[in-house]
């Protein structure tokens, strides 16, 4: 166990659908960071909070969103699914500049 | 733009050798560089992190180089195990600070018994 929480582990859903993901940080953690990883790509940047505020964004679509809380757990919504979402999400957290923890990830797939 | 270049061939060595993955990085001049493991269907798991004014880190089997000028860092694993098979990424911080990491595509390592 990373101490970084992320739920649903696997998630199924039709194209046009819309899903919340869930990430909660490891203890004492105030910054949180979503990642995409397709079969094809490496992990892609998506978004970044730090207690409760947007602090960058990264090539996130206009119809994925995310907030952090504030017990600074963080959930992503994505929307308007297509076939080409279908991915691992995961979510990290970090203290200031140190290494970051993953979780395991929610792997999403869209049919 | 920022690029980070990790070997996209797998790496494949015998148990016992040291494994040398290597890290380039263009149009830019990082304050840090990490590495991370990631396993099959896993989350990424930080393994160093490296600051500019430090030549190199050791932690167990593992050592990280840094050269700044060349614009690479090197990952050594030494005394390599089967257990070691996995892919190895490193991550800079994008500029803007925040602790934003960009992730190079990896390398996969194959230790042969």
């Known amino acids: 166990d990373s101490g970084v929480t992320q739920t649903p582990k696997h998630l199924i859903t039709a194209t046009g659908q819309r899903v919340t993901l869930r990430c909660s940080p490891r203890s004492g953690d105030l910054s949180v960071y979503w990642y995409q990883q397709s079969l094809d790509q490496g992990l892609q940047f998506l978004i970044q909070?730090?207690?409760?505020?947007?602090?960058a964004k990264g090539n996130i679509l206009e119809r994925f969103s995310a907030q952090q809380f504030p017990d600074l757990h963080s959930e992503l919504n994505l929307s308007s699914l297509e076939l080409g979402d279908s991915a691992l999400y995961f979510c990290a957290s970090s203290a200031a500049q140190g290494g970051y923890t993953f979780g395991s990830g929610t792997r999403l797939t869209v049919v | 733009s920022q690029k980070i270049e990790q070997n996209s061939e797998a790496l494949n060595i015998q148990e016992g050798k040291t494994a040398t993955l290597t890290c380039n990085y263009t149009?830019?001049?990082?304050?840090?560089l990490q590495w991370y493991r990631q396993d099959p269907g896993r989350g990424p798991v930080f393994l160093l992190l490296?600051?500019?004014?430090?030549k190199e880190k050791r932690k167990e089997r593992l050592k990280v180089t840094f050269d700044t000028t060349l614009k690479q860092s090197l990952f050594h694993i030494t005394a390599s195990q089967p257990a070691d098979s996995a892919t190895y990424l490193c991550?800079?911080?994008?500029?803007?600070?925040?602790?934003?990491?960009?992730f190079g595509a990896g390398t996969r390592l194959a230790v042969h018994p």
């Open positions: 991550a800079l911080p994008l500029s803007g600070g925040y602790n934003k990491l960009i």
């Open positions: 149009n830019y001049s990082p304050a840090y």
């Open positions: 909070y730090y207690n409760g505020e947007e602090r």
């Open positions: 490296i600051r500019e004014n430090e």
